[in-house]
């Protein structure tokens, strides 16, 4: 799929974690959708249910477009989401709830509204030593 613009839309049926949510779509198949460029906090990192309320607040029971970027090892849709007309990931890096994921980011905007969340303290930028979900990952 990588490589097209394929465009997956429906309603957001559930909110796994902060960058990872459920569409069911126009043929009522679930599609686990994983946010591109973004990487939000684990569920019990800190910041991790704050980050998936967000994620929830902004999307969850509202239609989606999710254009489609690639597939992960997990077999999900890897893709930027709009929900009710917002960019689902540039909000959840606006919020200070995601990290920008460096390895994968091609959206330099992203990083301009990670520097304003982290100036402003906002969400996970509050913490005094936040610690990236990559670099938490690898702890267990």
């Known amino acids: 799929m990588a490589g097209t613009a394929a465009l997956v839309v429906g309603l957001v049926v559930a909110i796994a974690d902060g960058d990872t949510l459920t569409v069911l779509n126009e043929d009522f198949q679930q599609v686990k ?3 591109a ?4 906090p684990e569920k019990r990192q800190p ?9 929830g607040e902004l999307c969850h029971e509202k239609r989606a477009e999710v254009r489609v970027i690639d597939v992960d090892r997990y077999k999900r849709i ?3 989401v709009t929900c009710a ?3 689902a990931n540039a909000a959840q890096v606006r919020r200070g709830l995601a990290w920008v994921y460096d390895r994968y980011a091609k959206d330099e905007t992203l990083y ?5 969340a982290r100036s402003a303290g906002r969400g996970l930028w509050a913490d005094r030593a936040p ?3 990559w670099d938490w990952r690898k702890r267990s």
């Open 33 to 35: 959708v994983r946010l």
């Open 112 to 116: 301009r509204l990670q520097d304003e």
């Open 131 to 133: 610690m990236a979900p």
């Open 85 to 87: 007309g917002v960019d």
């Open 78 to 80: 890897v893709g930027r």
């Open 47 to 55: 910041f991790g249910t704050r980050s998936r309320q967000s994620l």
């Open 37 to 40: 460029e973004i990487d939000a």
